[in-house]
């Protein structure tokens, strides 16, 4: 991981994340995950700032095993509010740290002194960008 240390994440994030509104609903979400091949979506405020993240996890668990259903639920129901996120200039050995630390596959990415979000870093981004 010695290689990692001088990576930053700003260099392997994928800027411009996709996002959607607490208020749009789980259906609209798998078919955006499905299209854009992608395993989560950040959960944005009018204001631009970030409130949650949903990943595939989360809806099979707080959904479909729920018995809740897809096209009635919100985004903002069943999001992991608050989420921790990662600095564009951390580095990757410490964006994988945390992500190992908490067990997920993504990161948002947000600038710490604008507190905007500016990207996601995902575990295939990193792979990716060594191999």
Same mark, same amino acid.
């Given at each position: 991981?010695?290689?990692?240390?001088?990576?930053?994440?700003?260099?392997?994030?994928?800027? *411009?994340?996709?996002?959607?509104? =607490?208020?749009?609903?789980?259906? @609209? $979400?798998?078919?955006?995950? !499905?299209? /854009?091949?992608?395993?989560?979506?950040?959960?944005?405020?009018?204001?631009?700032?970030?409130?949650?993240?949903?990943?595939?996890?989360?809806?099979?668990?707080?959904?479909?095993?729920?018995?809740?259903?897809?096209?009635?639920?919100?985004?903002? *129901?069943?999001?992991?509010?608050? =989420?921790?996120?990662?600095?564009? @200039? $951390?580095?990757?050995?410490? !964006?994988? /740290?945390?992500?190992?630390?908490?067990?997920?596959?993504?990161?948002?990415?947000?600038?710490?002194?604008?507190?905007?979000?500016?990207?996601?870093?995902?575990?295939?981004?990193?792979?990716?960008?060594?191999?």
């Amino acid at each position: 991981m010695e290689a990692l240390g001088s990576l930053r994440v700003r260099d392997v994030m994928t800027p *411009e994340p996709v996002s959607l509104p =607490p208020s749009a609903t789980v259906a @609209e $979400a798998v078919r955006v995950m !499905a299209e /854009r091949n992608i395993g989560s979506v950040l959960v944005v405020g009018e204001d631009g700032r970030l409130l949650g993240i949903v990943s595939e996890r989360d809806i099979i668990r707080r959904v479909l095993a729920a018995g809740r259903r897809p096209e009635e639920t919100t985004l903002e *129901e069943i999001m992991t509010r608050d =989420p921790v996120t990662v600095d564009p @200039e $951390a580095t990757v050995e410490e !964006a994988l /740290r945390a992500m190992a630390r908490i067990r997920v596959r993504h990161l948002p990415v947000v600038d710490k002194s604008t507190g905007r979000l500016v990207g996601v870093v995902s575990i295939r981004d990193v792979e990716e960008a060594i191999l």
